[in-house]
């Protein structure tokens, strides 16, 4: 079964340095997203992406993140300057389409830790 | 803006006792609504979802909820939890239009054998 994978698993960084999270989505998907979930609290949605441009994102999803499909495979999320409070699984994931009866398929997640 | 709620944030039952998680919305529109399962280390998986018909639904793994629109309420049930059902269950949310979930706090279902 297709299935949307995520590196790494774990990364550990220091406050202040800038994180790659990378995601492979399903081959014939065409709207990609990613979520977080900080230690404890909800699953929050960060961004939506469509056709190389962002289409939906949240208050979360401020100038120090961005988003990118640098190949026909991979979608990256970039955290330019960590915070201790960025500390958080980040999932990705990806849907053939949008609307109605969209399903998204999650990744196993990404755990970032900021010390 | 659309919420969800999870009322219960810890549940433990013991093998064969019925389940019911419970799980209300808010939204003034047509909603699409789903309940995920994590299993401990794994990846936030689809167990059943409700776009439109019947508002019984079945889901993977002898799961099902029903979507009560009068309530906003769209509850998990299971009549015979086992062991490997120990996970956490998060209802979910989105409009019709666009593709944005909204999940609710999860609920931490520990089967005990």
């Known amino acids: 079964e297709p299935e949307v994978t995520q590196t790494p698993s774990h990364q550990v960084t220091q406050m202040g340095q800038e994180v790659i999270l990378r995601c492979v989505p399903i081959s014939n998907h065409l709207y990609f997203y990613w979520y977080r979930q900080i230690l404890g609290q909800k699953v929050e949605f960060l961004v939506s992406?469509?056709?190389?441009?962002?289409?939906?994102k949240s208050e979360i999803f401020d100038d120090q993140f961005s988003v990118e499909r640098p190949d026909g495979s991979n979608f990256t999320l970039k955290i330019r300057s960590t915070k201790l409070e960025d500390s958080a699984m980040y999932f990705c994931?990806?849907?053939?389409?949008?609307?109605?009866?969209?399903?998204?398929?999650f990744g196993e997640g990404s755990r970032l830790t900021v010390l | 803006a659309q919420s969800v709620s999870q009322h219960n944030h810890h549940v433990i039952l013991s093998e064969a006792a019925s389940l019911e998680l419970g799980c209300n919305y808010s939204?003034?529109?047509?909603?699409?609504l789903f309940w995920y399962v994590q299993y401990p280390g794994q990846h936030l998986q689809l167990l059943l979802k409700?776009?439109?018909?019947?508002?019984l639904v079945k889901g993977i793994k002898g799961f099902e909820a029903e979507f009560i629109k009068s309530k906003f309420s769209f509850n998990l049930r299971k009549p015979s939890v086992q062991w490997s059902d120990t996970a956490e269950y998060f209802c979910a949310v989105k409009n019709n239009a666009g593709n944005m979930l909204t999940f609710g706090g999860g609920t931490r279902l520990m089967v005990k054998p």
């Open positions: 939204y003034g529109g047509t909603v699409n």
């Open positions: 409700y776009f439109s018909g019947d508002p």
């Open positions: 992406f469509y056709n190389n441009e962002i289409s939906e």
């Open positions: 994931a990806s849907s053939e389409k949008t609307g109605g009866t969209g399903e998204l398929f």
